[in-house]
């Protein structure tokens, strides 16, 4: 089904609905496209923000970016407009600041629309913990939420703050700082995490020392001593480790769950772990028990109660059970989300539920998770979004 729309265009303009006429706070907003121009409706197909941006994405912490005459700003659930479209490029709201870009350089703004930074540094990421890593010619450093510097410009390498300490490089050698910008540990790693989020799960961030892989805590010191090949990230309070060509999984002390003899490993999900031996794949418990038997030429994270496999090209899934749930019999699947996955037939996708019945037709050449309810679909070479009752929100010609 598609939804119609009506809407009210005249002499070139386009007008937003006034902000009372709804409750901004209780709609589900949904990227709703005419021709070539994107608005928002409701799940009902009523226009909300009429159609007249270029693009729009959906709505994150209460704020869309949208696109304009190829320039980037922000908008409110009310379709008011917080940040004017005349930037490069403009990130997510997080802890009040949005990230924006003129003339290749990168500022913040707050959600009133004012440019607490001026777009003057080269590179910036998102606030976390209310400070901000930014680069200013080729040194890292960190700002707080007025946009004073807190942390000199001194690092080649940073990551964001994540219980209270940064991981930080000078040249070669990582450490980790306060917000103070005090060093706690001594430059001393050849490595650490990849990305901010993984730094202190459960308390624990992996360094590397001297060519091997072990834990500190958030006072700096050894929890797990640096032994292993490789780790992981923990999660369900366990972390993977290599130790020669073999995988195992230990715990928040150290202590060795799962013994290494996996050629390949996933992280817990739901209480299982993807595990590879042989060239044959399937699923483990925190005991190192294999529950679901290694069958499959590739597993994946569970999700929603639904583990995505794959053998011979074909893609399927089992539940927490083992038993399969969906037969492998498609191209391509993504995992489920919201009740819902993504699956290919050929050139084309559709969705379908956990019994394995088609929920939306396949007739779509890309598509994305449910989010919401809603997912982006690519469609005659155009996208749109569709709810999860398979209602497209889009129309081709202008009224």
Not at 344 to 365: A, L, M, N, P, S
Request: charged share 20%; hydrophobic share 40%; proline share 4%.
């Amino acid at each position: 089904m598609r939804f119609k729309i009506s809407t009210l265009y005249g002499f070139g303009l386009f007008f937003i609905l006034p902000f009372f006429q709804f409750s901004a706070a209780q709609v589900i907003l949904i990227p709703y496209r005419v021709g070539d121009r994107w608005g928002f409706a409701d799940r009902h197909g009523k226009v909300l923000i009429q159609p007249k941006y270029d693009f729009v994405d959906r709505f994150y912490n209460d704020f869309a970016r949208v696109e304009y005459n190829h320039k980037f700003g922000l908008i409110r659930k009310d379709g008011r407009m917080v940040l004017p479209p005349v930037y490069d490029n403009v990130y997510d709201v997080l802890e009040g600041r949005a990230a924006v870009e003129l003339n290749n350089m990168w500022g913040f703004a707050d959600v009133t629309g004012h440019l607490v930074v001026p777009p003057m540094y080269n590179e910036v990421r998102s606030y976390h913990e209310g400070l901000s890593a930014v680069r200013y010619g080729k040194l890292w450093g960190f700002i707080n939420l007025k946009g004073d510097t807190v942390v000199p410009f001194t690092y080649s390498r940073v990551l964001s703050f994540n219980h209270g300490l940064a991981g930080v490089f000078k040249g070669s050698k990582g450490a980790f700082i306060d917000k103070n910008g005090n060093v706690i540990t001594g430059f001393q790693y050849e490595g650490l995490p990849l990305r901010s989020e993984d730094t202190f799960a459960d308390g624990l961030a992996a360094v590397e020392l001297n060519g091997f892989w072990g834990f500190i805590n958030t006072k700096g010191e050894i929890a797990i001593p640096p032994i292993f090949y490789e780790v992981g990230t923990f999660s369900e309070g366990l972390c993977s480790f290599k130790i020669g060509y073999k995988w195992g999984f230990l715990n928040i002390t150290g202590r060795v769950v799962v013994k290494p003899v996996f050629d390949q490993v996933t992280p817990f999900y739901e209480g299982l772990a993807g595990v590879w031996q042989g060239g044959q794949a399937g699923y483990i418990n925190k005991r190192g028990e294999v529950v679901i038997p290694l069958k499959f030429d590739d597993v994946y994270p569970f999700h929603e109660g639904m583990g995505r496999v794959k053998k011979g090209g074909k893609f399927g899934f089992v539940n927490l059970q083992g038993v399969i749930a969906v037969p492998l019999i498609y191209d391509g699947a993504y995992d489920f989300s919201d009740g819902l996955a993504a699956v290919r037939r050929g050139r084309y996708w559709g969705y379908i539920q956990k019994d394995g019945k088609v929920r939306i037709k396949f007739h779509y050449e890309g598509a994305t998770n449910f989010e919401e309810g809603i997912a982006m679909v690519k469609s005659s070479g155009t996208f749109g979004f569709i709810d999860n009752d398979g209602n497209e929100y889009w129309s081709e010609t202008r009224k």
